[in-house]
């Protein structure tokens, strides 16, 4: 298995409102291709800032972060926003889609910054074969007000799929689903892993958690295996 990211020692304190807080205090984190990682945590236990750290859109006080075998610890902004097009795909509990748009023209918009130039037809079957892996091909051509959210956040997968990045970043994407719904989207989280990216999930459901490979849970600023997982 290919090592893809490994987190070592890292910290991260946020200005709180009164005084600075530790929310990182020591995280480590090592994700393979193919693997698939959940992340629990109570609410503001630093979740989201570990993913913000993780997709680099902010960097750690301390500590060593690899990206392969690169250290991106303390890297600049514009090979940062190189690195997050080119090497993670992300997915909020939003699904941020452009509702004049099809399904199909949503994820093409992922292959029209940053990807450089291709020919039509080499976009328009890979943003296809996207769409299928998520299982929602056939709506296509349907624009989000007539999807239901489960099919909403299918698109958005896909939309972050279509460049195949090596990790893919999901933040609660089924917090705004009920639990059949969620499950269709955790199986579509769960092909990017069949085609060999890594997957980092942060959910409080821990049915989906237990669905992962690996349950962690952040607890004062530290990563550690979750008690809770439920062994069939
Ligand atoms: N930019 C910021 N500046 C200062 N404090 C912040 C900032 N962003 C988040 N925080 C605080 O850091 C803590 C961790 O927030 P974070 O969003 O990472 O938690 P979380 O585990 O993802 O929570 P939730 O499950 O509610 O989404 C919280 O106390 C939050 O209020």
Known sequence: MTRLIQLSAITKTLKGQQQPRTILAGVDLTVHSGESV???????????????????FDRPDSGQYLL????????????????????????????????????????????VNGQGWQPRRMRKARVMAALEQVGIAHLARNKPPRLSGGEQQRVAIARALVREPKILLADEPTGALDT?????????????????CGLILVTHDHDHANRMGRVLRLTDGRLSPAHERVVA
């Open 38 to 56: 959940a992340i629990l945590g109570r609410s503001g236990s630093g979740k989201s800032t570990l993913l913000s750290l993780i997709g680099l």
């Open 180 to 196: 059949e719904t969620g499950n269709l989207v955790i199986d579509a989280l769960h092909s990017a892993t069949q085609r060999g």
């Open 68 to 111: 392969g075998a690169d250290d991106i610890s303390r890297i600049a902004e514009r090979k940062a926003a190189a690195l997050r097009s080119a090497q993670f795909g992300f997915v909020f509990q939003r699904f941020f889609l452009l509702k004049n748009l099809t399904a199909a023209q949503n994820v093409a918009m992922a292959l």
